[in-house]
């Protein structure tokens, strides 16, 4: 432990202000150079100081001193990523400035200062988050040293430079080239600086209050910004309204690159996306697509008060960051449009949380973190969905006091920095409850309990049981200091449609709660409107009543109660064949996210059916989803009427006719589909896009391919390019799927699209094994596009190979060619695979015994 926590810097020198001057001119060079000026606090008097700095060359380091440049000695330390930098003479208590002169080359990785191109123009782009300031300029480059920044930048004349401040001012610099000098930042840390350089165009300003909001773009998509802008707009207004407190920056720039590892960036005032995450044209962008950019903008706009203005200390508490702009962001859409039922796609999110969750190598959502890397492997789903779920169970325990105790908090450590500690105090002073007690337990250990419910034999009480669950692990004793505090609430269900809500606390391992006057009797979900972070597990016979009851439901009861009891069945806690009996009696959902969670445990059986059963016993299951979920009258992809809603729930139906039932009317309709929108995007409606090019490509061959490859490289919008992309992975022809996995090799391919290529490759019901030996082939040349964060998504996708000699080599080949920021991937991968095949084992004969009756 101490070992490691020296890889810290030492608290007793500070940045106070960083003043960093770059030139750069990413058209004709990749490479950059730069100063930076940082004026630093000394507790007590040193020599020798140590910050962070790699990857890059040092030409000059020293320090100011009456008036000179005095220079220092540098030491290079590599396996800390930092120089110490030897001074002339004892310096402090007090202030003092050190100076540094610097060169690099602009990365391929999407790291630091990196290179992307768009067509023929080329840039210049950060991405400092979590650990990569270091690799741009020296600096303190932790969350807790914060300083003021002032920034200028050199460039060719006509290129665009965007930072975190207005620009003050531009100036001639040597022949053909202007220097571009922003105001100074409020106090930041070093991973929320941002700077774009290149051939940008910029939207029209709308503002909120004082702060003009703008979408940048490459050239030749100023149609696509409209969304985004009205989406900001709405978002931040709705944000000062909730803190309190106006937009902390004198500007918002949202920033659409051409290239990008994450979803988005919320750096201070310039908001890095991935283009799909805030372009779209609205009159082909289907509803997910559109809910998608609204919620990341929403999201990431969140962070300018819970990340920015107040950061963690360290990255342990990452948390405080992004769980609650998880969870803020759906707060705010709900608001902005209440019919998009926004509060769906965040129940999908607490879904994929849940089961990454009841894997032995989970970990927590406050997680110690000790290293760069490992701070780069919490990016994942515990640290913002389980941590969102569990903000948004404690913001409903709480009340109106959750939002008066985080606005005590942001105001009391504006501009600073703070522990899980500073939070819980904030909302215990405004609440008088003790948080800690309520929420500690959630945060700081790993995994969630399953609530098992058992009505009494008359049906006038209920007992709630809970202990730990874990995929792979048969119940045994539970131990008291293992259990959670559950704000428990369930939903009695009567014949007629009218229901009750029950609620209790299950504190201890158990507990029995009377049921209200009027619901004797009548079964009771265990988790109204999913409120609670648990697996709630009833009785076979209690299911399939609920189940019989379910327009008692909400949509979001009803998806958890499908994922729920498909969780547990693939646990051995609950038999398959219940869960088998939801498929058809919940078959004529008209919600198109219900559908969306039962297609998804739909696709899974399907693949445990083609690879467990004989051909006959595929055909009847192929025949009964048919049944289910069909017939569809007329042209299927043709829908003239109707809601958003009601065109996605048919579009998920026909995945899963097209898909897993290969109905070949759906197929063949798909294909016809997918030429006229491949012709005319208009000429189909956005939510049956997917499905039909999917389907296409799955079924087709070389000239479709030819097609969706142009498409792809010359797609007027992100969202078409995408879609394209994903379809060229699809192919069953394995001639035309080695021909997709090519691209990632070469530079037609966006760095941060090769993890999704080759992720949907591996997906691929008809060549995961080849898309293996593709990655495991060209892995020296992939891991050297792929960023820290995407090379875990290609880890999470290989399960999909399903097989034990696939585990043994998937384990050899991460054990030859370690990846430090994916260790937990891999042990979680390989811990799937082992569940995939236990599940296998089990259901062969439930399958069997259900496909014969």
Same mark, same amino acid.
């Given at each position: 432990?101490?070992?490691?926590?020296?890889?810290?810097?030492?608290?007793?020198?500070?940045?106070?202000?960083?003043?960093?001057?770059?030139?750069?001119?990413?058209?004709?060079?990749?490479?950059?150079?730069?100063?930076?000026?940082?004026?630093?606090?000394?507790?007590?008097?040193?020599?020798?100081?140590?910050?962070?700095?790699?990857?890059?060359?040092?030409? &000059?380091?020293?320090?100011?001193?009456?008036?000179?440049?005095?220079?220092?000695?540098?030491?290079?330390?590599?396996?800390?990523?930092?120089?110490?930098?030897?001074?002339?003479?004892?310096?402090?208590?007090?202030?003092?400035?050190?100076?540094?002169?610097?060169?690099?080359?602009?990365?391929?990785?999407?790291?630091?200062? @990196?290179?992307?191109?768009? $067509?023929?123009?080329? @840039?210049?782009?950060?991405?400092?988050?979590?650990?990569?300031?270091?690799?741009?300029?020296?600096?303190?480059?932790?969350?807790?040293?914060?300083?003021?920044?002032?920034?200028?930048?050199?460039?060719?004349?006509?290129?665009?430079?965007?930072?975190?401040?207005?620009?003050?001012?531009?100036?001639?610099?040597?022949?053909?080239?202007?220097?571009?000098?922003?105001?100074?930042?409020?106090? %930041?840390?070093? @991973?929320?600086?941002?700077?774009?350089?290149?051939?940008?165009? $910029?939207?029209?300003?709308?503002?909120?209050?004082?702060?003009?909001?703008?979408?940048?773009?490459?050239?030749?998509?100023?149609?696509?910004?409209?969304?985004?802008?009205?989406?900001?707009?709405?978002?931040?207004?709705?944000?000062?309204?909730?803190?309190?407190?106006?937009?902390?920056?004198?500007?918002?720039?949202?920033?659409?690159?051409?290239?990008?590892?994450?979803?988005?960036?919320?750096?201070?005032?310039?908001?890095?996306?991935?283009?799909?995450?805030?372009? =779209?044209?609205?009159?082909?962008?289907?509803?997910?697509?559109?809910?998608?950019?609204?919620?990341?903008?929403?999201?990431?706009?969140?962070?300018?008060?819970?990340?920015?203005?107040?950061?963690?200390?360290?990255?342990?508490?990452?948390?405080?960051?992004?769980?609650?702009?998880?969870?803020?962001?759906?707060?705010?859409?709900?608001?902005?449009?209440?019919?998009?039922?926004?509060?769906?796609?965040?129940?999908?999110?607490?879904?994929?949380?849940?089961?990454?969750?009841?894997?032995?190598?989970?970990?927590?959502?406050?997680?110690?973190?000790?290293?760069?890397?490992?701070?780069?492997?919490?990016?994942?789903?515990?640290? @913002?969905?389980?941590?969102?779920?569990?903000?948004?169970?404690?913001?409903?325990?709480?009340?109106?006091?959750?939002?008066?105790?985080?606005?005590?908090?942001?105001?009391?450590?504006?501009?600073?920095?703070?522990?899980?500690?500073?939070?819980?105090?904030?909302?215990?002073?405004?609440?008088?409850?003790?948080?800690?007690?309520?929420?500690?337990?959630?945060?700081?250990?790993?995994?969630?309990?399953?609530?098992?419910?058992?009505?009494?034999?008359?049906?006038?009480?209920?007992?709630?049981?809970?202990?730990?669950?874990?995929?792979?692990?048969?119940?045994?004793?539970?131990?008291?200091?293992?259990?959670?505090?559950?704000?428990?609430?369930?939903?009695?269900?009567?014949?007629?449609?009218?229901? &009750?809500?029950?609620?209790?606390?299950?504190?201890?391992?158990?507990?029995?709660?009377?049921?209200?006057?009027?619901?004797?009797?009548?079964?009771?979900?265990?988790?109204?409107?999913?409120?609670?972070?648990?697996?709630?597990?009833?009785?076979?016979?209690?299911?399939?009543?609920?189940?019989?009851?379910?327009?008692? !439901?909400?949509?979001?009861?009803?998806?958890?109660?499908?994922?729920?009891?498909?969780?547990?069945?693939?646990?051995?806690?609950?038999?398959?064949?219940?869960?088998?009996?939801?498929?058809?009696?919940?078959?004529?959902?008209?919600?198109?996210?219900?559908?969306?969670? %039962?297609?998804?445990?739909?696709?899974?059986?399907?693949?445990?059916?083609?690879?467990?059963?004989?051909?006959?016993?595929?055909?009847?299951?192929?025949?009964?989803?048919?049944?289910?979920?069909?017939?569809?009258?007329?042209?299927?992809?043709?829908?003239?009427?109707?809601?958003?809603?009601?065109?996605?729930?048919?579009?998920? &139906?026909?995945?899963? !006719?097209?898909?897993?039932?290969?109905?070949? =009317?759906?197929?063949?309709?798909?294909?016809?589909?997918?030429?006229?929108?491949?012709?005319?995007?208009?000429?189909?409606?956005?939510?049956?896009?997917?499905?039909?090019?999917?389907?296409?490509?799955?079924?087709?061959?070389?000239?479709?391919?030819?097609?969706?490859?142009?498409?792809?490289?010359?797609?007027?919008?992100?969202? =078409?390019?995408?879609?394209?992309?994903?379809?060229?992975?699809?192919?069953?022809?394995?001639?035309?799927?080695?021909?997709?996995?090519?691209?990632?090799?070469?530079?037609?391919?966006?760095?941060?699209?090769?993890?999704?290529?080759?992720?949907?490759? =591996?997906?691929?019901?008809?060549?995961?094994?080849?898309?293996?030996?593709?990655?495991?082939?060209?892995?020296?040349?992939?891991?050297?596009?792929?960023?820290?964060?995407?090379?875990?998504?290609?880890?999470?996708?290989?399960?999909?190979?399903?097989?034990?000699?696939?585990?043994?080599?998937?384990?050899?080949?991460?054990?030859?060619?370690?990846?430090?920021?994916?260790?937990?991937?891999?042990?979680?991968?390989?811990?799937?695979?082992?569940?995939?095949?236990?599940?296998?084992?089990?259901?062969?004969?439930?399958?069997?015994?259900?496909?014969?009756?």
């Amino acid at each position: 432990m101490s070992a490691r926590r020296a890889k810290r810097l030492t608290a007793d020198v500070r940045p106070i202000e960083v003043d960093l001057h770059l030139e750069v001119d990413p058209e004709r060079d990749d490479t950059f150079s730069g100063s930076v000026r940082i004026e630093i606090e000394l507790e007590r008097a040193k020599r020798q100081i140590e910050l962070h700095a790699t990857e890059i060359d040092i030409s &000059r380091a020293g320090i100011v001193q009456g008036g000179e440049i005095l220079p220092g000695t540098i030491t290079v330390v590599p396996e800390r990523e930092t120089v110490k930098v030897r001074l002339p003479a004892l310096q402090g208590p007090g202030r003092c400035t050190l100076v540094f002169a610097f060169n690099g080359r602009l990365r391929s990785d999407l790291k630091g200062f @990196y290179h992307a191109a768009s $067509g023929r123009h080329r @840039y210049a782009l950060t991405q400092l988050a979590a650990t990569h300031a270091r690799r741009m300029f020296p600096c303190f480059d932790e969350p807790a040293m914060k300083a003021a920044y002032k920034v200028s930048v050199t460039t060719r004349k006509g290129l665009t430079v965007l930072s975190n401040q207005p620009a003050e001012r531009v100036e001639p610099a040597r022949r053909g080239f202007v220097t571009h000098h922003f105001s100074r930042t409020p106090r %930041l840390s070093s @991973y929320l600086v941002a700077i774009a350089v290149g051939r940008f165009e $910029g939207s029209r300003t709308v503002r909120v209050g004082k702060t003009p909001i703008r979408v940048w773009h490459t050239p030749g998509k100023a149609a696509l910004t409209p969304f985004a802008l009205r989406a900001a707009k709405a978002s931040l207004a709705r944000l000062e309204k909730w803190f309190g407190l106006a937009h902390p920056y004198q500007k918002l720039d949202l920033i659409a690159v051409p290239d990008f590892e994450f979803g988005a960036m919320e750096n201070a005032g310039a908001v890095f996306f991935r283009e799909t995450a805030l372009l =779209l044209d609205e009159t082909t962008a289907s509803p997910a697509e559109r809910h998608r950019v609204a919620e990341v903008v929403a999201h990431e706009l969140s962070h300018m008060w819970f990340g920015n203005l107040v950061t963690m200390a360290w990255w342990d508490d990452l948390w405080l960051n992004e769980s609650f702009a998880t969870w803020m962001a759906f707060q705010v859409i709900d608001d902005w449009k209440p019919g998009w039922g926004i509060w769906r796609e965040f129940q999908d999110g607490t879904a994929t949380a849940l089961r990454f969750d009841a894997l032995a190598d989970t970990h927590p959502v406050y997680c110690e973190v000790h290293d760069v890397d490992a701070a780069t492997e919490n990016f994942d789903v515990i640290t @913002y969905e389980k941590g969102a779920a569990i903000v948004r169970m404690l913001a409903t325990t709480l009340g109106p006091d959750f939002r008066r105790g985080v606005r005590r908090y942001i105001r009391a450590h504006c501009e600073g920095n703070t522990v899980a500690a500073d939070l819980w105090q904030a909302l215990g002073e405004a609440s008088g409850r003790d948080v800690l007690r309520m929420a500690g337990a959630w945060i700081e250990r790993p995994g969630h309990p399953i609530v098992e419910l058992t009505r009494s034999r008359d049906g006038g009480r209920i007992q709630l049981a809970q202990r730990p669950f874990r995929m792979g692990r048969r119940r045994g004793a539970v131990d008291p200091e293992s259990l959670w505090p559950v704000p428990w609430a369930g939903r009695a269900l009567s014949a007629s449609g009218r229901t &009750r809500r029950i609620e209790a606390t299950l504190a201890r391992s158990r507990t029995r709660v009377d049921v209200p006057a009027g619901t004797k009797g009548q079964p009771v979900y265990g988790n109204a409107n999913q409120g609670g972070f648990f697996r709630t597990l009833h009785a076979p016979e209690e299911l399939a009543e609920i189940a019989s009851r379910a327009s008692g !439901l909400t949509a979001i009861e009803r998806m958890g109660l499908i994922d729920d009891a498909w969780a547990l069945a693939r646990a051995g806690e609950l038999p398959l064949v219940a869960f088998l009996e939801l498929i058809p009696a919940i078959g004529a959902e008209t919600d198109p996210a219900v559908l969306r969670t %039962l297609a998804g445990a739909v696709h899974a059986l399907s693949d445990d059916v083609r690879h467990l059963l004989e051909a006959e016993a595929i055909a009847i299951w192929r025949k009964r989803l048919q049944q289910i979920f069909g017939p569809l009258r007329g042209d299927p992809f043709e829908m003239r009427r109707g809601s958003d809603d009601s065109r996605d729930a048919r579009a998920q &139906r026909l995945g899963i !006719l097209g898909a897993d039932a290969a109905c070949p =009317l759906v197929i063949e309709a798909a294909k016809q589909a997918c030429r006229r929108y491949l012709a005319r995007p208009a000429s189909l409606h956005p939510a049956f896009a997917d499905v039909a090019v999917s389907l296409a490509a799955e079924h087709g061959h070389a000239a479709l391919f030819d097609r969706l490859e142009r498409t792809w490289r010359t797609a007027s919008t992100p969202q =078409l390019a995408r879609r394209a992309l994903m379809a060229l992975a699809g192919f069953r022809d394995a001639e035309l799927h080695d021909r997709a996995l090519a691209h990632t090799l070469g530079p037609e391919l966006a760095s941060g699209d090769v993890a999704i290529v080759l992720v949907r490759g =591996l997906s691929n019901p008809h060549n995961p094994e080849r898309t293996w030996r593709f990655i495991k082939c060209h892995w020296s040349a992939l891991e050297k596009r792929i960023g820290g964060m995407l090379v875990t998504r290609i880890i999470d996708a290989t399960p999909a190979l399903a097989t034990a000699a696939a585990r043994r080599d998937v384990a050899a080949f991460f054990q030859a060619h370690p990846v430090p920021t994916g260790e937990r991937a891999i042990r979680q991968a390989l811990e799937r695979f082992e569940l995939i095949a236990a599940f296998r084992r089990r259901a062969a004969p439930e399958l069997r015994a259900w496909l014969s009756t």
